[in-house]
Every structure is written in structure tokens, then in C-alpha cells.
């Protein structure tokens, strides 16, 4: 089982609507967790980063991470083409040790 | 301007000849690495550094090599190329002190091993 578990998609959702990116992990001792974007022939971005468990807001992005449930989330209100791209997750154990990824959701939003 | 440079960006070599990629960063942090993406994989980290000297080993270090003589500099060596290592390489650095929530990736190098 890998530590750190995302749905591939593709997920293709219209312009305006609510995303959600979801990703499971396994390691309780994971600290740190982390959203990239990463578009076409492009290196990935860092989008947020959170702490422990609870949310975090930024703009239109929301992340949020239930420690309880091992389960963590993007949420992407007011989608734009622009978010078009691949999402990845992430956990570490602190923010100067080894950073387990997701494989990656292939983002859509249509016009 | 903050930025991560690696080059080469393309490489195509053959087996078992040894090749460097460097990855050099301007913001002064500490954490510096090394990932390799593959179709389906996502992004697999390599290689590590916390700082000047100290580094260790990522999710998939077999294979490479890596050193932290600088705080700048962090290179990636492969001392015998396999076709398994074929792939897009990107290196990233980031502050582990402070404000963290800044991470910066490098355009990517992709390597070919025939």
C-alpha cells in the first residue's frame, strides 16, 4: 500500500464549480501536508501547506486535513480554466524530512 | 528573483556513463532535493539535504548519488546510468525555518538512458 493515496482522474468539472480533491494516507506520524499544482511541461508549485489537522483558506483554495480519519482535501471555489492542471498531495514527517507524494489528479475545469 | 536552475534541461545518454545533473538555488535555504516523476508514479523523492554536509536518503535513492558542499548547490550524480532511470528530474529547495509554506521547483531535466 503506498503511503499516500490520490485518485488519478482525470476529473473534469464547468467553469464556477465547487472542486474537491481528496487523498488518504497511511502514516499516522505525518506532521506536514501539502497541495502542489503542477501544469503542462511544467515543474510543480507549492499551493498550500498546513500543520497537524483543521483547515487552511488562501484566495479560493481551501485545504483541510482530518488526521483522525487520515484523510486530506483541496477544495476549489469559483473554478477557473486556468486551475486546469494535475493536483498533487503530500505528507511529511517534519518540515526537514523525507515528503511522501500522491500520484497525482488530472484537473479539467470547462469553459 | 527566487530561483532554482538545473542543467542540463535535456540529456540523452547511454548506459553506464556517468553524468551529473546540477541544481543551484539564490533564496539561501537550507532544505534543498532531488524528486524523479514517472507517468502513474507521481513525484518520488530521491535524495535530501537539511543543510550544508547533511543529506539523506528519499523514497527511491537507488542509483544516485548527492552532495551538499555549498548551501547553494545541491548536484545529482548517477555514477552508472541504467535505462530504469530514465525519467523528468526536479530539484526544489525551501526554509525549514521560519516561514516554510515556500517551496521552489526547478524547470525539470529529462533524461534519457538508451
Known amino acids: 500500500q503506498k503511503e499516500v493515496e490520490q485518485d488519478p482522474g482525470p476529473l473534469s468539472v464547468p467553469e464556477g464549480a465547487i472542486v474537491s480533491l481528496n487523498c488518504t494516507y497511511s502514516?499516522?506520524?505525518?506532521?506536514?501536508f501539502m497541495w502542489y499544482r503542477q501544469y503542462s511541461r511544467k515543474g510543480p508549485e507549492l499551493l498550500m501547506y498546513?500543520?497537524?489537522?483543521g483547515n487552511k483558506e488562501d484566495g479560493r483554495f481551501t485545504a483541510q486535513v482530518d488526521k483522525s480519519s487520515k484523510y486530506i482535501s483541496l477544495f476549489i471555489r469559483d473554478s477557473q480554466p486556468s486551475d486546469s492542471a494535475t493536483y498533487l498531495c503530500?505528507?511529511?514527517?517534519?518540515?526537514?524530512?523525507?515528503?511522501?507524494f500522491g500520484s497525482g489528479t488530472r484537473l479539467s475545469i470547462r469553459p | 528573483e527566487a530561483q532554482v536552475t538545473q542543467n542540463p534541461r535535456y540529456l540523452i545518454t547511454v548506459t553506464g556513463k556517468k553524468l551529473t545533473v546540477t541544481c543551484s538555488q539564490n533564496?539561501?535555504?537550507?532544505?534543498m532535493s532531488w524528486y524523479r516523476q514517472d507517468p502513474g508514479l507521481g513525484l518520488r523523492q530521491i535524495y535530501y539535504?537539511?543543510?550544508?554536509?547533511?543529506?539523506d536518503k528519499g523514497d527511491v535513492p537507488e542509483g544516485y548519488k548527492v552532495s551538499r558542499k555549498e548551501k547553494r548547490n545541491f548536484p545529482l550524480i548517477l555514477e552508472s546510468p541504467s535505462p530504469n532511470q530514465t525519467s523528468l528530474y526536479f530539484c526544489?529547495?525551501?526554509?525549514?525555518?521560519?516561514?516554510?509554506?515556500?517551496?521552489?521547483f526547478g524547470p525539470g531535466t529529462r533524461l534519457t538512458v538508451l
Open positions: 533564496m539561501n535555504h537550507e532544505y
Open positions: 502514516n499516522s506520524a505525518f506532521q506536514y
Open positions: 539535504s537539511m543543510n550544508v554536509e547533511v543529506t
Open positions: 503530500a505528507g511529511s514527517y517534519s518540515s526537514a524530512s523525507k515528503i511522501i
Open positions: 498546513t500543520y497537524s489537522s
Open positions: 526544489a529547495s525551501s526554509s525549514i525555518q521560519g516561514n516554510t509554506d515556500t517551496q521552489y
